[in-house]
C-alpha cells in the first residue's frame, strides 16, 4: 500500500509590479530605484510573518508560508502589503 501523504496548508505569493515596462520605458532610472527599495523591504517582511522567498526575477516575486487557516492567508496577506506598500492592490 502507498504511504498516505501529509498536506500541508500554504498561501503561496506570486507578485510583479503592474506596468513594469511601460515604466521602465518612462523612467528607467526611477523605476531601477523603485524597484530596489522594494526588494529592500519586502523579503524581510514576508520572513517576519513566517514565510520564505522562493525565487525572484526581473520584478517578480514568488514566496510561500505555511498556514493553518485559509482565512489567515486571505487577510494577513492584503492587510500586510496594503500597510507596509501603501496601499498596493491585492
Known amino acids: 500500500m502507498p504511504e498516505e501523504l ?6 503561496i ?4 509590479i503592474a506596468g513594469y515596462s511601460a515604466l ?6 526611477a523605476t531601477v530605484r523603485d524597484l530596489k527599495a522594494h526588494q529592500a523591504v519586502v523579503p524581510p517582511m514576508i520572513s517576519e510573518h ?3 522567498v522562493m525565487d525572484t526575477a526581473s520584478d517578480g516575486i514568488l514566496a510561500s508560508r505555511q498556514c493553518t ?3 489567515y492567508v486571505i487577510d ?7 500597510r507596509e506598500l501603501g496601499g498596493v492592490r491585492c
Do not use: P, Q
Not at 6 to 11: D, H
Not at 24 to 29: D, K, R, S, V
Open 6 to 11: 501529509e498536506r500541508k496548508l500554504a498561501a
Open 13 to 16: 505569493l506570486a507578485a510583479d
Open 24 to 29: 521602465m520605458g518612462a523612467n528607467e532610472e
Open 50 to 52: 513566517g514565510g520564505w
Open 69 to 71: 487557516s485559509h482565512v
Open 76 to 82: 494577513a496577506g492584503s492587510i500586510v502589503f496594503s
